[in-house]
C-alpha cells in the first residue's frame, strides 16, 4: 500500500530555515498516522509563515488570527470521471506556521524540529477525522494518538 506526502515550503521560507531541519521528517510523521489506514492516502503539506496562514484562517474558518496548523480536509463528493483503483486516495492538505513552529518550540522547551513534527501529526489526524474540539473525550482519545505516533517516531518527549 502506498501512501503519498508532499511536503512543500512557501517561497516566502525559502533560505530561512536552519539547514539542520529535517523536512523529511514531517512526511515521515505524517506516513507513520497514516500506515494504520486501510487504502492508500495522499496528504499534501504546507510550511509557511504566520502572514499566509492568518489569511487562510479568516478566509476558511473566519478567525482573524494567525494559528499553528491548519487542516483542509478533501470532503467533497468523489470524481465522477474513473480513477485508477490502486492510486492512493486524496485525504486533504495541511498548512503549518513555521514562525508558530519556533515560538511553540521555545515555550514548551523542545526542538523545532519536535515541534514540526507535532503539528504535522496532529493536522493528519484532523483529516483522518479526528477532532479535540467537539468535547474532553474526543480531545483525549486524539491527545493518545498524538502520544502513540510521537512515541513511533522517537519524539514523544524533550527532543
Known amino acids: 500500500m502506498q501512501h503519498v ?21 514531517v ?25 499566509h496562514i492568518h489569511t487562510l484562517n479568516r478566509d476558511y474558518r473566519g ?12 470532503d467533497g463528493p468523489p470524481a465522477s470521471f474513473v480513477v485508477a483503483g490502486d492510486g492512493p486516495r486524496y485525504l486533504g492538505d495541511i498548512a503549518i506556521s513555521y514562525q508558530r513552529v519556533l515560538a511553540q518550540a521555545a515555550e514548551y522547551g523542545h526542538s523545532p524540529a519536535r515541534e514540526l513534527v507535532y503539528l504535522a501529526v496532529h493536522g493528519t489526524l484532523h483529516l483522518l477525522g479526528y477532532d479535540h474540539e467537539r468535547g474532553p473525550e474526543d480531545a483525549a482519545t486524539m491527545r493518545l494518538r498524538e502520544e502513540a505516533i510521537m512515541a513511533e517516531l522517537g519524539l514523544l518527549r524533550g527532543a
Open 27 to 51: 512526511e515521515q510523521a505524517i506516513l507513520a498516522v497514516l500506515a494504520a489506514e486501510a487504502q492508500a492516502l495522499e496528504v499534501g503539506v504546507l510550511i509557511t509563515d504566520d502572514a
Open 5 to 25: 506526502v508532499e511536503v512543500s515550503l512557501a517561497e516566502q521560507l525559502e533560505g530561512t530555515l536552519p539547514p539542520d531541519l529535517d523536512l523529511d521528517l
Open 63 to 74: 478567525v482573524d488570527a494567525p494559528t499553528d496548523v491548519l487542516s483542509f480536509a478533501d
